[in-house]
């Protein structure tokens, strides 16, 4: 163990990656195969599985190059590639790096599909608002498919096994070929003329080729243009035509489109027990209830004896028709002393409007010998307050031999507020007297 090499994994994947690149020619090859886990990144590089018969193989084909196609790359399509071989480290794993694909065999078929669907699905032949509403109740049903077809075994079984009382018309017409859509439109309009609750457009599985007359464009304006119901049961799960698109209702198979329009008889009669038992216990319980109302009824007194009804009413009437006249009495009452309120405060009134009236005469005089009082109060209170601001005059004190003297017109108080040659103002009673100072003594 000591003499063995020994080397890490992702050496080992480095050098298989390694012999692969240099001795796995592919140029020049187109390989062939079936798509299948197909997934477009949002990246938009496509991730998948090229696969046959007896192998399969990872593949990856870089945005770059998917967006030099001119096709529409579907699950389940076949294909040839080309490209190189390389080996994701990571994993280990074995993978073709795609550099090229075209569609191989039924690559016509499928643009031509792929062309139709856009054209139709333009034009609104696939728009739901469009489509029309199940029946509630579907009794009637006619069949279009092939007269020996397995489809219309398949649809008769499913209907006589879940709702055996059905009634179902066959409009034989070809499921497969170029004559088929002519066929299979003259069985529509002929079935839908005869006002059926449902129509089923069926056919069982096969090839991409075998059901592209279901594919046909005037077979999808017929469909569009019928008045009755219609489901497509065509092919399987993983069939998609645009007879399907165009229906009404789309099943998987054949059976799946029986079964849509048909009800279960045993869950019929299941729910049928269930609501005849509901029904039975509501209806006990609505006549449990009316009866004992009833019950209420019969025991009432006024039932019983009908004139005591009438006597009670009549006593409650004449008790009424006392109180009545009891309460007429009482407002008669009232009315009487209102009035003699009314009387009595009319002579008050007047009382008293006759005595404002006397001391409305006596005002004026009053009035005017107030205000004379007034008037000669506030004249004496006039003269006093003249004779006080007088007395308090400045000139009255200057009168007196008083003068104030200013420097600038501001009043000299201190002997510090001039200064030797400061020009100043004496106000005497009579004038003005200017002055220089000489000199100043302080005392």
Same mark, same amino acid.
């Given at each position: 163990?000591?003499?063995?090499?020994?080397?890490?994994?992702?050496?080992?994947?480095?050098?298989?990656?390694?012999?692969?690149?240099?001795?796995?020619?592919?140029?020049?090859?187109?390989?062939?195969?079936?798509?299948?886990?197909?997934?477009?990144?949002?990246?938009?590089?496509?991730?998948?599985?090229?696969?046959?018969?007896?192998?399969?193989?990872?593949?990856?084909?870089?945005?770059?190059?998917?967006?030099?196609?001119?096709?529409?790359?579907?699950?389940?399509?076949?294909?040839?590639?080309?490209?190189?071989?390389?080996?994701?480290?990571?994993?280990?794993?074995?993978?073709?790096?795609?550099?090229?694909?075209?569609?191989?065999?039924?690559?016509?078929?499928?643009?031509?599909?792929?062309?139709?669907?856009?054209?139709?699905?333009?034009?609104?032949?696939?728009?739901?608002?469009?489509?029309?509403?199940?029946? +509630?109740?579907?009794?009637?049903?006619?069949?279009?498919?092939?007269?020996?077809?397995?489809?219309?075994?398949?649809?008769?079984?499913?209907?006589?096994?879940?709702?055996?009382?059905?009634?179902?018309?066959?409009?034989?017409?070809?499921?497969?070929?170029?004559?088929?859509?002519?066929?299979?439109?003259?069985?529509?309009?002929?079935?839908?003329?005869?006002?059926?609750?449902?129509?089923?457009?069926?056919?069982?599985?096969?090839?991409?080729?075998?059901?592209?007359?279901?594919?046909?464009?005037?077979l999808v304006k017929t469909i569009y243009s019928l008045d009755t119901y219609i489901v497509s049961g065509v092919g399987h799960e993983v069939d998609t035509t645009l007879c399907d698109l165009v229906c009404d209702h789309r099943s998987v198979t054949p059976t799946a489109a029986a079964q849509w329009v048909s009800l279960d008889q045993y869950e019929v009669m299941t729910q049928i027990e269930k609501n005849k038992t509901l029904l039975i216990n509501e209806m006990r319980h609505i006549l449990n209830g009316y009866s004992s109302q009833l019950n209420i009824y019969k025991n009432h007194p006024y039932l019983k004896d009908p004139k005591s009804f009438i006597v009670d009413k009549q006593l409650k009437l004449d008790?009424?028709?006392?109180?009545?006249?009891?309460?007429?009495?009482?407002?008669?009452?009232?009315?009487?002393?209102?009035?003699?309120?009314?009387?009595?405060?009319?002579?008050?009134?007047?009382?008293?409007?006759?005595?404002?009236?006397?001391?409305?005469?006596?005002?004026?005089?009053?009035?005017?010998?107030?205000?004379?009082?007034?008037?000669?109060?506030?004249?004496?209170?006039?003269?006093?307050?003249?004779?006080?601001?007088?007395?308090?005059?400045?000139?009255?004190?200057?009168?007196?031999?008083?003068?104030?003297?200013?420097?600038?017109?501001?009043?000299?108080?201190?002997?510090?507020?001039?200064?030797?040659?400061?020009?100043?103002?004496?106000?005497?009673?009579?004038?003005?007297?200017?002055?220089?100072?000489?000199?100043? +003594?302080?005392?």
């Amino acid at each position: 163990m000591r003499n063995d090499m020994v080397v890490s994994i992702s050496s080992v994947i480095a050098r298989i990656k390694n012999v692969l690149t240099q001795t796995m020619d592919l140029d020049g090859i187109w390989i062939q195969g079936e798509i299948s886990n197909l997934t477009k990144h949002r990246s938009g590089h496509y991730y998948f599985s090229l696969k046959d018969k007896s192998g399969e193989m990872n593949c990856v084909m870089f945005s770059s190059y998917v967006a030099r196609l001119n096709f529409n790359v579907q699950e389940g399509m076949r294909v040839l590639v080309s490209g190189s071989i390389n080996v994701y480290e990571q994993r280990g794993s074995l993978q073709l790096i795609i550099r090229q694909m075209k569609q191989d065999g039924l690559g016509d078929l499928y643009l031509e599909f792929e062309k139709r669907k856009q054209d139709l699905l333009m034009a609104g032949y696939f728009d739901e608002s469009h489509k029309k509403a199940m029946p +509630e109740f579907i009794e009637n049903i006619g069949v279009i498919t092939g007269a020996s077809a397995a489809a219309l075994q398949d649809v008769l079984s499913t209907i006589q096994r879940r709702w055996p009382m059905m009634k179902v018309h066959l409009y034989p017409s070809l499921v497969q070929g170029n004559l088929a859509p002519k066929s299979l439109i003259q069985a529509l309009l002929k079935a839908d003329k005869n006002h059926h609750d449902a129509l089923l457009i069926v056919r069982g599985g096969g090839s991409f080729e075998d059901l592209f007359c279901f594919n046909d464009v005037e077979l999808v304006k017929t469909i569009y243009s019928l008045d009755t119901y219609i489901v497509s049961g065509v092919g399987h799960e993983v069939d998609t035509t645009l007879c399907d698109l165009v229906c009404d209702h789309r099943s998987v198979t054949p059976t799946a489109a029986a079964q849509w329009v048909s009800l279960d008889q045993y869950e019929v009669m299941t729910q049928i027990e269930k609501n005849k038992t509901l029904l039975i216990n509501e209806m006990r319980h609505i006549l449990n209830g009316y009866s004992s109302q009833l019950n209420i009824y019969k025991n009432h007194p006024y039932l019983k004896d009908p004139k005591s009804f009438i006597v009670d009413k009549q006593l409650k009437l004449d008790a009424y028709r006392t109180q009545l006249e009891h309460a007429l009495e009482l407002q008669k009452q009232k009315m009487d002393v209102i009035q003699n309120y009314k009387a009595n405060l009319i002579s008050s009134m007047s009382r008293i409007m006759e005595n404002n009236a006397n001391q409305l005469n006596v005002y004026p005089d009053k009035i005017e010998a107030g205000m004379r009082s007034i008037l000669l109060k506030n004249q004496h209170a006039l003269q006093k307050n003249c004779a006080l601001l007088d007395a308090y005059s400045p000139l009255k004190v200057l009168s007196r031999g008083y003068s104030i003297t200013k420097k600038e017109c501001s009043v000299i108080k201190s002997i510090e507020d001039v200064q030797r040659n400061d020009i100043i103002q004496t106000r005497l009673q009579d004038g003005i007297i200017l002055s220089r100072v000489e000199g100043k +003594e302080e005392e």
